[in-house]
């Protein structure tokens, strides 16, 4: 389904914002360069994936708040939705057919859906099994790869079918080019008026769910669950999980949300634990954080990467884009914050809620923009190559590191015990027999010998052209 490619380029062209010329006056005036700091901010996501993953479980700090708030991860998604849509507008600026487009996006969109499947629906246990294989009855039907497929779809045919319209008009002004993409701020209120309508609009009645899990001392017993309101966000009666219940059917929904690190659940919190005795019985409930309606939701993150391509396709000059990118960002991110802290809306990741789409684009935004004036303006590229290299084969190192394929592979090589393998000898030896602290060696072994080792070995398949290409 995925293509491992040797090519001769591969980046994000800069677009310099062009006059109005003939298609061909415009083929051979049109200057691109490296958009380096795209793919550094790619880079960058997917390494802070594989830290929060793999060092969250000592570092609650760092991983998902169990319901409200914001901590590092749950940055992460909203990072890859913005940068899908940066590069939705540079690559679609690039194909000039229309169904040409349409068909390659037609046809990434089921390669995502199907990787996600794949590596999110159950069917591989790596690394920490050495098995794999899912009852259909109970595989995970939604997750990371389908969610970006989802926005990066209706985004994408967003930017191909108003393309024409885009084109009869070369505006250039900090506030006329809302209106040249006008569609894609329209397509942004109809999302928010459904999310909005649906989230507390929807009456969300009792429920009940049975442990299906076998290896639970609570299998076969059933919860019930007492509701009966509408517009709560709370974890057990919101509209979020409502939906994916009726729709998705609770057995296909994520079966260890964060919410079990929260008080209520686990006498452990922020860390995991044992459920309390007693939990409410919610706790005990499967929850889907990328489900339908929270999906919903997050295509503004991408609409919003969508508009910082426009900006770089029809601005002229490096400051005046800095301008209206650090604008956008300080007002998604104080906007966002005062919806938070006057508990109008909170922040939440799980449900994908306004304030949490505006502080993390916004963040996004702050963040890109400073990658941006270092690397393409500055020309500060040397540091991050590690980085760079990582975001030219995302794909690779999402399904190989943070999804644990590779980690799983090393560990059927064991010596004696299962456990007892060559990643787990590095970290007792090399960082836990040193720093004498599993927080301080944890992170320090995510960081040296699985970013970082991802970075050169991209580093070597960069130099030999060789990318994963979906």
Request: charged share 15%; aromatic share 12%.
């Amino acid at each position: 389904m995925a293509e491992i490619k040797a090519e001769t380029t591969h980046h994000h062209p800069l677009i310099i914002s062009e006059p109005d010329v003939s298609d061909q006056q415009e083929k051979s005036h049109l200057k691109t360069q490296r958009l380096a700091s795209l793919d550094i901010f790619r880079g960058l996501a997917v390494a802070l994936m594989i830290l929060v993953d793999h060092a969250g479980g000592d570092w609650p700090e760092i991983s998902h708040a169990p319901w409200n708030g914001c901590n590092l991860a749950d940055f992460v998604m909203p990072f890859f939705l913005f940068i899908v849509g940066v590069a939705i507008a540079l690559a679609l600026k690039r194909i000039p057919d229309r169904a040409d487009a349409v068909k390659k996006v037609i046809l990434r969109t089921l390669k995502l859906l199907f990787w996600g499947i794949l590596l999110q629906g159950g069917f591989s246990h790596a690394p920490d099994e050495l098995t794999y294989g899912v009852d259909v009855r109970m595989i995970r039907l939604c997750g990371v790869l389908q969610r970006i497929a989802l926005s990066y779809l209706l985004v994408s045919l967003v930017e191909i079918f108003t393309k024409d319209v885009q084109d009869k008009d070369q505006s250039v002004g900090q506030f006329s080019i809302f209106r040249l993409y006008c569609w894609h701020w329209l397509m942004a209120a109809c999302v928010l008026v459904v999310y909005l309508a649906l989230l507390y609009g929807t009456y969300v009645p009792d429920w009940q769910f049975t442990i299906i899990n076998k290896d639970s001392a609570d299998y076969g017993k059933v919860f019930n669950v007492t509701c009966g309101v509408r517009g709560k966000l709370n974890p057990p009666c919101n509209a979020v999980g409502y939906i994916d219940r009726k729709v998705l059917g609770i057995n296909h929904m994520y079966h260890h949300p964060a919410w079990r690190r929260s008080k209520a659940c686990t006498q452990d919190s922020p860390f995991e634990g044992p459920l309390r005795k007693d939990a409410p019985s919610w706790c005990h409930a499967p929850f889907e954080p990328e489900g339908l309606l929270s999906s919903v939701s997050s295509i503004l993150s991408t609409i919003i990467g969508v508009h910082f391509g426009h900006v770089i396709i029809r601005t002229k000059g490096h400051l005046a884009r800095l301008k209206q990118w650090v604008t956008m960002g300080f007002a998604l991110l104080i906007f966002g914050l005062t919806l938070h802290f006057t508990n109008a809306i909170p922040l939440n990741k799980q449900l994908y809620t306004l304030s949490y789409v505006c502080v993390t684009s916004g963040a996004a935004a702050l963040v890109f923009s400073a990658i941006y004036a270092l690397v393409d303006i500055w020309n500060l590229k040397y540091p991050f190559l590690p980085l760079a290299w990582i975001g030219m084969n995302a794909m690779l190192v999402y399904v190989m590191a943070a999804e644990g394929i590779f980690a799983g592979f090393i560990n059927g090589w064991y010596y004696g015990d299962p456990h007892n393998t060559l990643p787990y000898w590095i970290k007792k030896h090399a960082f836990l027999g040193v720093w004498d602290s599993r927080k301080v060696s944890t992170i320090l072994y995510v960081i040296f010998v699985e970013i970082l080792f991802w970075g050169l070995v991209t580093g070597i398949l960069h130099r030999f052209g060789i990318y994963w290409k979906l």
